[in-house]
């Protein structure tokens, strides 16, 4: 049952005057826009204002067609399918024009100390037992304060075993020194090389989903501020997003099934047609700081 009178019956005087046309809701289909329902009512020129408001508030298409010479209209509204409010409680309007979903992608600059192949390396490294750097966040200080003094043009650096010496530094050196701590030498080879050309950072592919939800001005829909800042595993953005509007089955991409969702803050504006626009959006990437954002939520 849509929230929209229904003109059906015979000839007669609604309790506001107006004369009903018999229209029982004609449907119409166009596979870009949906279906949407159409009717027809017979109105004085009085109700003009009150009905051309009540539509505008609904969102609905509409035509105002004067007859002949008399002070009666013809107006003929058409609605969309997603204003029928079966399965909805009393007194909530859940209206809603158009919902578009889409995956788009994004580019992160990371620094090079972020690759994954490092991270990796410095994560499995074996430190020095009984002397400095004794820890795995040791080793990268180590090695990270040796490669930029090396690109500064110095040639040596202080032993952190040994406060009161310095050790000589070179290319070679550096990357003999990681391979005793068990990591690998092609890897830091072509790493120094890299920082060696000045380059510092790299483009990581990414995707941002987006949803645009175009709304009545009497909806009650409001815009999604639970959560905002905070991680989703795939699941729990699904339990999420089925909060205010699943994604239909017909969308055309599938979500990664690792990585993880931050949800960004929604923007929210009002349309010179008096409808309102909500428009969400999340990033992923395989890997964030928890540290940072929280333990993500799975459901």
Same mark, same amino acid.
């Given at each position: 049952m849509a929230i929209y009178p229904r003109t059906t019956g015979t000839l007669g005087t609604s309790g506001s005057g107006g004369l009903y046309y018999a229209a029982d809701g004609k449907v119409t289909y166009d &596979? #870009?826009? =949906?279906? %949407?329902?159409?009717? #027809? @009512? %017979? @109105?004085?020129? =009085?109700?003009? !204002? !009150?009905?051309?408001?009540?539509?505008?508030?609904?969102?609905?298409e509409y035509e105002l067609d004067p007859i002949g010479n008399t002070t009666l209209f013809w107006v003929t509204w058409r609605t969309p399918e997603s204003n029928d409010t079966e399965g909805i409680p009393s007194g909530v309007i859940k209206l809603e024009l158009t919902t578009t979903w889409s995956i788009e992608p994004i580019e992160l600059s990371r620094d090079v100390w972020e690759l994954p192949e490092i991270i990796r390396q410095l994560s499995t490294c074996t430190p020095n037992q009984s002397a400095e750097p004794n820890s795995r966040t040791d080793v990268k200080l180590f090695l990270k304060g040796m490669i930029d003094a090396l690109l500064r043009g110095l040639s040596t650096y202080p032993d952190p075993a040994n406060p009161n010496?310095?050790?000589d530094i070179s290319a070679s050196m550096i990357v003999q020194q990681a391979v005793g701590f068990g990591m690998d030498q092609t890897t830091w080879e072509g790493f120094i090389d890299t920082l060696a050309h000045n380059t510092t950072s790299w483009l990581q592919s990414s995707w941002s989903? #987006?949803?645009?939800?175009? $709304? &009545?001005?009497?909806? !009650?829909?409001?815009?999604? $501020?639970?959560?905002?800042?905070?991680?989703?595993? &795939? *699941? =729990?953005?699904?339990?999420?997003?089925?909060?205010? *509007? =699943? @994604?239909?089955?017909?969308?055309?991409?599938? $979500? &990664?099934?690792?990585g993880y969702w931050l949800k960004k803050a929604p923007s929210i504006s009002q349309n010179t047609s008096g409808s309102w626009e909500i428009n969400g959006e999340w990033w992923w990437a395989e890997q964030y700081l928890p540290f940072i954002y929280g333990t993500p939520i799975k459901s």
């Open positions: &596979p #870009k826009t =949906g279906r %949407k329902y159409e009717n #027809k @009512i %017979k @109105i004085h020129r =009085g109700e003009r !204002s !009150s009905w051309e408001d009540y539509l505008i508030g609904i969102g609905a010496d310095t050790l989903l #987006k949803r645009r939800m175009v $709304l &009545p001005s009497n909806s !009650s829909v409001l815009a999604d $501020l639970e959560n905002v800042n905070r991680l989703f595993t &795939p *699941s =729990g953005l699904l339990t999420d997003l089925q909060a205010q *509007s =699943g @994604i239909p089955s017909t969308v055309r991409f599938a $979500l &990664p099934t690792n």
